[in-house]
């Protein structure tokens, strides 16, 4: 694709653990739920300069919700 590589980042609430990693690593893209503190997902496609840090959230996420694939 012309103009970069489009990622689709997406999380499995149900089994997020509530670590905050993804929030820590990549605050654009994450945010947790204040009642049960599970990840909320900001930016499903997010911009070119944010994919590094989708990616290092997986890498950090201890229970392994989210998924970025590229497009």
């Keep these: 694709m ?11 609430r149900e089994r997020c653990c509530s670590s905050g990693m993804c929030v820590l690593t990549a ?11 599970r990840v909320i997902l900001l ?3 997010p911009p070119e300069e944010l994919h590094s840090a989708a990616r290092k959230a997986v890498s950090f996420c201890p229970c392994q ?5 590229d497009d």
């Design 43 to 45: 930016e499903a496609e």
């Design 65 to 69: 919700v989210i998924t970025v694939t």
């Design 2 to 12: 012309e103009g970069g590589e489009t990622v689709k980042v997406s999380v499995d």
């Design 27 to 37: 605050p654009a893209l994450f945010d947790q739920d204040e009642e049960d503190g």
